[in-house]
């Protein structure tokens, strides 16, 4: 191979699928009345307090949990995300 | 919601995941309690509820990034000089990072040497990787169900959900320093997603069995986790490539190490090894037939051998005179001073070898070891297996204290699965497995050629195996 030989050299990167991008959700006006879903998965520890504050300081609101120690939440059914207005997903790792 | 050093990984994985402008609040892991912590982000996690929304978070998109087959043009030094380039991250205090390689010089993917690549296999070029044949895949105590991926699926490489062309995987083998002759062994690496799991550490360690090892000349004797010899050596690195390029695993961006798989010092970067079939009891499987393939039939399976040095700890000759006349550390721990063998040596082996850890584990043997498990009275390897699993029994009080029990049983919300009953409604002296859920599962005996009687121990049970010979 002669130094100065000018080489066509190939990629090793993997063929990255397309994604559709999607725009955020409406926000919410008001918390009160609405059913707001905690998605807790992954590390548990700084949602023991968080959850009981939020149910404490926002009795209006109708909390719906799952909780996993996985890091793959648990997936709202089709009847749970019709009647869900809002979801907070946290703590994966 | 994430933890603050997950900063990165949380703004890459928002457009990965079709959500590029998605709201996330950051939390610390050093508060103590917690509490204090939740005060914190209670009002920043409402107001990301109920603040209205930017124009540009009302914008839908379409994300396609492409990549070109030709990389780069030039002289061989101008090319070295592009594959070793570097990018600080942040993440790891600016540390450089490697944008194509593991950081040490690799050969450079001209097309001609890709083209000799493609030589050792019958596939074409274009063709994705799939999945040769259904492969089931475990779950994990109560946290993930087993399921069954199908023949002819395209694999995905992890963390970024990449597939790849057979062409793709031999730049990476070209890169690594493979030759055409062990291609197919690459090519069942890329059937497994490459090690690269599923995108949480970096990459796996792959253990072949079958004759081709001795074809391509794997070493399986003296020195065979060492340096020297270039199948063992390159194949395994190979798996680092293909984490960083198929997997696009970048380090604290698309996932961040914490001592898994490739992350630690076991596999430091490659992990290839071959068992020596020819060493085995009579009687004994092979781990091809073990894992349901014929014992001609070459196969690979990755594992992941993140804990080291298990069990207690001896020099050989100390085993040989335990063995052949009764004499030394591990006769006297066994209280059979002055008998000759066969005796047991894993009584000797498993001595608080849960204490603080859980899960099976893999044994390397010489044969001689092997023999004189054999000798003893273990007649298959699934009874050596058996035997393991059940010195790991220990009460559900005791259990209730490990480090993955709170994981590996959801937060105790689910059933014990050999009892069917949940885990609360369990008495503290039940005894419970700490060595893992199925001794066949989660144990591995490697026999490995060798006439020094030490052997070595690594964490890891099975994990699917990918037939070699279905790429050649």
């Keep these: 191979m002669a130094a100065d030989r000018v080489y066509k050299c190939l990629n090793p990167v993997g063929n990255q699928p397309e994604v559709d991008l999607f725009p955020l959700a409406p926000r919410l006006k008001s918390l009160d009345g609405k059913t707001i879903h905690l998605s807790i998965c992954g590390e548990q520890d700084i949602w023991h307090p968080l959850e009981k504050k939020l149910k404490t300081d926002y009795p209006n609101v109708n909390w719906t949990v799952k909780k996993t120690y996985f890091i793959t939440p648990f997936e709202l059914s089709e009847e749970e995300r019709k009647t869900t207005d809002a979801v907070i997903l946290g703590v994966c790792w | ?472």
Excluded at chain 2, 139 to 155: L, Q, S
Excluded at chain 2, 288 to 298: A, H, I, P, T, V
Aim: glycine content about 14%; hydrophobic content about 35%; some cysteine.
């Design chain 2, 1 to 472: 919601m994430s933890y603050t050093e997950e900063r990165e990984k949380i703004k890459h994985d928002r457009t990965l995941y079709g959500m590029p402008q998605l709201r996330y609040v950051e939390a610390s892991r050093s508060s103590l309690g917690g509490v204090e912590e939740a005060n914190k982000v209670l009002p920043l996690l409402l107001d990301a509820l109920t603040r209205p929304l930017t124009d540009e978070e009302k914008k839908p998109g379409h994300w396609a990034p492409k990549q070109p087959r030709i990389l780069f043009e030039g002289t061989l030094p101008e090319a070295e000089e592009f594959y070793q380039q570097t990018e600080n991250i942040p993440g790891i205090l600016n540390a450089p990072y490697a944008v194509y390689t593991d950081g040490m010089p690799i050969v450079i993917p001209t097309e001609e040497r890709v083209a000799a690549m493609l030589k050792g296999t019958s596939h074409k070029p274009d063709e994705i990787i799939t999945l040769q044949r259904d492969i089931k895949m475990r779950g994990m105590g109560n946290i993930a169900e087993g399921f069954t991926r199908k023949k002819g699926d395209v694999v995905q490489f992890m963390p970024m959900f990449r597939t790849a062309t057979v062409e793709q995987v031999a730049v990476n083998a070209v890169m690594a320093g493979c030759k055409p002759e062990w291609f197919s062994v690459a090519l069942a690496m890329a059937e497994s997603g490459g090690g690269t799991g599923d995108g949480r550490g970096w990459g796996g360690a792959f253990l072949v069995s079958g004759p081709i090892y001795k074809e391509i000349g794997m070493n399986v004797s003296y020195g065979r986790l060492g340096p020297g010899n270039p199948p063992n050596k390159n194949l395994g690195r190979l798996g680092s490539l293909m984490n960083r390029n198929l997997g696009g695993y970048k380090e604290t961006v698309t996932g961040i190490g914490v001592g898994m798989s490739y992350g630690n010092p076991i596999t430091n970067g490659g992990f290839m090894l071959a068992e020596y079939a020819e060493g085995l009891p009579p009687g004994w499987k092979g781990l091809n037939e073990e894992l349901g393939f014929r014992k001609d039939e070459s196969v690979l399976m990755t594992f992941q051998p993140s804990h080291w040095g298990l069990g207690q700890e001896h020099m050989p000759g100390v085993y040989r005179s335990f063995q052949r006349t009764g004499h030394g550390a591990i006769a006297r721990f066994l209280g059979v001073k002055g008998i000759p063998g066969p005796h047991n040596y894993l009584d000797y082996l498993t001595k608080d070898m849960w204490a603080c850890r859980d899960g099976g584990f893999t044994l390397l043997l010489p044969p001689q070891m092997a023999m004189d498990l054999y000798d003893y009275g273990f007649k298959t390897k699934e009874a050596v297996y058996e035997y393991l699993w059940k010195k790991s029994f220990e009460p559900l009080s005791e259990f209730r204290m490990r480090g993955r029990s709170d994981i590996l049983t959801n937060g105790w919300t689910g059933k014990e699965k050999r009892s069917g009953k949940y885990w609360k409604e369990l008495p503290d002296d039940y005894m419970v497995p700490a060595g893992g859920e199925n001794p066949e599962q989660d144990y591995n005996v490697i026999v490995c050629d060798g006439q020094e009687t030490a052997c070595d121990r690594l964490g890891g049970g099975k994990g699917p195996g990918f037939s070699i010979d279905a790429w050649r």
